[in-house]
């Protein structure tokens, strides 16, 4: 990564003058160094020597068919660059990262609109990632702006599927809770769990759950303890159904005999893990959940007892055995002064996949 000077171009991030030049690529221009240090460790690391060819002059053709190759190319390399830059954002995003997702998702945003241009749908995505990043860091009227250029897309595209229009909604409602209009925040959030029961076709889906949550923690600001805890409860129903089911699959492997299994399978184990996106949503709504519920003057047994049961699925399914270990025993505690509880089927099939782990195998 050294530098060269270099005048006259624009930077790459922020339009400015350009006084330095990517070395490794010759093609991407910045102000200065702190915006070429930023946009490397988001992205550019990644996609420098990608960007040749995009942004050198194209050779010369010397047919249609060739130049209409050479435009194909072009698009097919943009269509690539696109997603590419807005997963690395998204990842950032999971991590928490806001910083270093803004140079990729700023990328995404640019590959999108030089595909579809200015005002398609395809360009919502890209903005959410850039308002989400924009209110994480706290700028909450850059967050604004984004927001409002892809709500504009969205009010002028019918056509505009569920899933985008749920995360649009579950933006501007976080925008509103960021400016302390709660009211308007709760009418998004009821919006964004609208949308994402219509995409999802349940009101069970994991996709649902930041709704609830996200309007339970307005709830909560509003003093309204008890809605605020039955949306909290709804969140974890959620999630422990979402974990019971890959849970009771390892459970299926795990008794099924080895010859039976090779007939059954058909190559798919992704379904029984949980992807890293889920990972870091359950992390970021269980835990503030668990903090409630336990500072909450009067915690009910059950409530506690579902909570770390779900919490203890979900460390073995993020391979933390100590952790859900520590939660199946919390379980316990919490059900043995419960008058009447039934024994857990669900509870007793995790403990025996903990126990079949080579460290918990004794
Ligand atoms: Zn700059
Ligand atoms: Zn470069």
């Not at 702190?34 to 490397?40: L, P, T």
Request: net charge negative.
């Amino acid at each position: 990564m050294a530098l060269e000077p270099e005048g006259e171009r624009a930077g790459e991030l922020c339009l400015g003058p350009a006084t330095v030049r990517c070395a490794a690529c010759g093609v991407t221009y910045y102000c200065d160094v702190d915006h070429q240090h930023a946009d490397w460790v988001s992205i550019h690391e990644k996609i420098c020597q990608l960007l040749i060819p995009l942004r050198t002059a194209p050779p010369f053709y010397n047919s249609d068919k060739e130049r209409k190759l050479g435009q194909e190319q072009k698009r097919s390399r943009e269509i690539f660059l696109a997603g590419m830059t807005y997963d690395t954002a998204q990842n950032f995003l999971f991590e928490g990262n806001h910083e270093d997702a803004i140079p990729a998702a700023l990328h995404s945003l640019k590959f999108s609109i030089s595909i579809h241009g200015p005002n398609s749908v395809e360009l919502v995505p890209a903005y959410l990632v850039l308002a989400e990043t924009s209110l994480g860091l706290g700028h909450l009227s850059q967050g604004e702006e984004y927001l409002s250029q892809a709500h504009w897309i969205v009010l002028k595209n019918a056509h505009c599927s569920r899933d985008v229009q749920a995360k649009l909604h579950r933006n501007l409602g976080l925008l509103h809770a960021a400016k302390g209009n709660l009211d308007d925040s709760l009418y998004h959030l009821a919006n964004d769990v609208y949308f994402a029961c219509c995409a999802f076709g349940t009101t069970n889906h994991v996709a649902v759950a930041g709704g609830y949550f996200h309007m339970a923690t307005v709830f909560f600001r509003q003093n309204r303890m008890d809605v605020a805890d039955s949306l909290y409860s709804e969140v974890v129903n959620i999630w422990y159904d979402h974990f019971n089911h890959l849970i009771d699959i390892q459970y299926q492997k795990l008794i099924t005999p080895a010859e039976i299994d090779l007939l059954s399978e058909e190559g798919g184990t992704e379904e029984d893990i949980l992807d890293e996106k889920q990972q870091a949503e359950a992390t970021q709504m269980l835990n503030p959940i668990l903090e409630f519920r336990e500072q909450s003057p009067k915690p009910r047994l059950e409530k506690m007892a579902k909570l770390f049961h779900t919490l203890a699925m979900f460390y073995y399914l993020i391979h933390d055995l100590p952790k859900a270990d520590e939660f199946v025993m919390k379980v316990l505690q919490a059900t043995e002064h419960l008058p009447e509880h039934e024994p857990n089927d669900s509870l007793y099939h995790l403990v025996k996949l903990i126990k079949s782990k080579p460290a918990y195998a004794k």
